[in-house]
């Protein structure tokens, strides 16, 4: 039996090196002896601190800009479908749950619906809150079908394409969006985890992470470790550098 991995967890690495019940092999140099691009990081605080209320940093703008000029192709990154992540009464506070998982609701704006990304539960867009029948629902947070309107409204020339489970429920769908990405040089790719594993993109040359310490916050004791894991996989996506 064999495992292969570029990050391996912690569990694997201790039973391989303090245990020695797995055989350790280590590549120690990339495909053709390629460097990892730069990472810079961004801190959005500071951002909107400086009045950029965007869900890109200014160097992430000029950056997409300038492989646009360049004909170059971008991939940014969000690891949270849908449009928003959580729909909150502002009045009362009551937040929209799954009633099987007791969880937030995430809303879909394409569908104009409300969906558990647990148990694929949903329900219509609730307009008056059922606590205190106020009007005054709001949407927070991000997801990447947000995130896609956003890079439509800032680069209306690009071509952008998104991948996320919405957008692969049909058979192939998968491979077709990134052949597509690939053939047709669409400048910008939009998606969640499944962009960053196992693509080769030569024309890739920028990759951003929206959000990028979001998935800290997760129920999981390994939430760093995983962080860890899927923002290398990310860099290792870019052929010249990330943000």
């Known amino acids: 039996m064999f495992f292969g991995s570029a990050t391996p967890d912690i569990k694997s690495y201790y039973r391989a090196v303090e245990e020695n019940k797995i055989t350790l092999l280590e590549l120690t140099k990339r495909a053709n002896n390629a460097n990892l691009p730069k990472i810079e990081i961004i801190d959005l605080k500071q951002e909107l601190a400086n009045g950029n209320r965007s ?18 192709q971008t991939i940014l990154f969000l690891n949270r479908r ?3 992540t959580f729909i909150m009464c502002r009045n009362c506070g009551y937040t929209v749950k799954c009633k099987n998982c007791n969880i937030s609701l995430t809303y ?12 694929g539960y949903e ?44 957008t692969v429920t049909k058979k192939n769908s998968h491979e077709e969006i ?9 400048d910008i790719l939009i998606g969640t985890q499944m962009v960053v ?16 310490d979001s998935s800290l916050n997760i129920d999981d004791y390994r939430a760093n470790e995983r962080t860890f894991q899927i923002l290398t996989q990310v860099a290792r996506t870019s052929r010249k550098r990330k943000r």
């Open 55 to 72: 869900m890109l940093s200014n160097e992430l703008y000029k950056s997409i800009e300038e492989n646009l000029k360049e004909k170059r």
């Open 123 to 166: 329900e219509p867009v609730v307009k008056i809150c059922p606590a205190c029948h106020s009007d005054k629902i709001r949407y927070f947070g991000t997801g990447t079908q947000k995130l896609e309107q956003e890079i439509h409204k800032q680069f209306p020339n690009a071509k952008t394409i998104r991948m996320d489970i919405d």
């Open 178 to 186: 990134l052949k597509k990405f690939r053939d047709e040089n669409i």
């Open 197 to 212: 594993k196992g693509h080769h993109f030569p024309n890739v040359t920028l990759v951003g992470v929206i959000a990028a």
């Open 82 to 84: 849908g449009y928003s």
């Open 108 to 119: 879909h704006s394409y569908e104009n619906k409300l969906k558990c990304h647990y148990c």
